[in-house]
Nanobody
C-alpha cells in the first residue's frame, strides 16, 4: 500500500500564490506518475497536473503558465506551485498516484492511490 499526505492548502487572495506538497510512503517502488486533481463544489474531480518519474508533465489547459508541478524522487514528494491564483481555482486538491504513465493520469479510473485532500480557497 501507498499513503499520500498533502500539505500547503489554505486561503489566499486572487493573484496570490500557494505551494502544495504531497509525500508518499509505503510500497512506493510501484509508483510511476504522481500529480494533483481538484474538485470544486458540484463539479467532477479533474486532473490539474501530473508528472512522471522521469519528469514528463501534463497540465490542464486552464492552469498552464500559472501552475508548475515538480517532483523530488529522493524524497518521494511531489509539489504544485500555484501562482496568479483565481477564484475559480477554489477546490479541494487531491494528491494522486498511479503505476501507469502520465499520459493516462487524466483518467481517474487509472489512479491507484489518493490523498485525503486539502482545501484551497481563493478570494476575489
Amino acid at each position: 500500500q501507498v499513503q499520500l499526505v498533502e500539505s500547503g492548502g489554505g486561503l489566499v487572495q486572487a493573484g496570490g500564490s500557494l505551494r502544495l506538497s504531497c509525500a508518499a510512503s509505503g510500497i512506493i517502488f510501484s509508483i510511476n506518475t504522481m500529480g494533483w486533481y481538484r474538485q470544486a463544489p458540484g463539479k467532477q474531480r479533474e486532473l490539474v497536473a501530473g508528472i512522471g518519474y522521469g519528469g514528463t508533465t501534463n497540465y490542464m489547459y486552464s492552469v498552464k503558465g500559472r501552475f508548475t508541478i515538480s517532483r523530488d524522487n529522493a524524497k518521494n514528494t511531489v509539489y504544485l506551485q500555484m501562482n496568479s491564483l483565481k477564484p475559480e481555482d477554489t477546490a479541494v486538491y487531491y494528491c494522486a498516484a498511479t503505476k501507469q504513465g502520465v499520459g493516462v493520469m487524466h483518467l481517474s479510473r487509472h489512479i491507484d492511490y489518493w490523498g485525503q485532500g486539502t482545501q484551497v480557497t481563493v478570494s476575489s
